[in-house]
């Protein structure tokens, strides 16, 4: 089983910027990967997902245009690359590991996701 581990969370003004980045052990070219984020008091959503072979993305309509996610597999690293922070991204940010078909990828579906990091929390101030 995969074991993810993310970094490079902190504090940033509203507007700022910050990459956030999911280191992957084993097998990392089997794995597609995504990034869901918990505010305090909610459920866990969606942000990006990127596959394992053809490298499509997807991205949740929150960070559509801000967000940016890309997988380097020589280094079997996902990063997500975050322009134009606002307060509302404030979240503990998870990155997950699935393996199922490539024609049955979603990468919004959380159930999809069999191995998670421990995540990183980013606060935006305003």
């Known amino acids: 089983q995969a074991q993810l581990v993310e970094s490079g969370g902190g504090l940033v003004q509203a507007g700022g910027s910050l990459r956030l980045s999911c280191a992957v ?11 869901f984020r918990q505010g305090p008091g909610k459920e866990r959503y969606f942000v990006a997902g990127v596959s394992r072979n053809s490298g499509r993305t997807a991205y949740a309509d929150s960070v559509k245009g801000r967000f940016t996610i890309s997988r380097d597999n020589t280094t079997n690293t996902v990063t997500l690359q975050m322009n134009n922070l606002k307060p509302e991204d404030t979240a503990v940010y998870y990155c ?31």
């Open 25 to 35: 052990s084993l097998a990392f070219n089997m794995f597609h990967v995504g990034w």
């Open 96 to 126: 997950a590991a699935s393996r199922v078909r490539d024609t049955n990828y979603d990468p919004s579906e959380i159930t999809q996701y069999v191995a998670w990091g421990p995540g990183t929390q980013l606060t935006v101030s305003s």
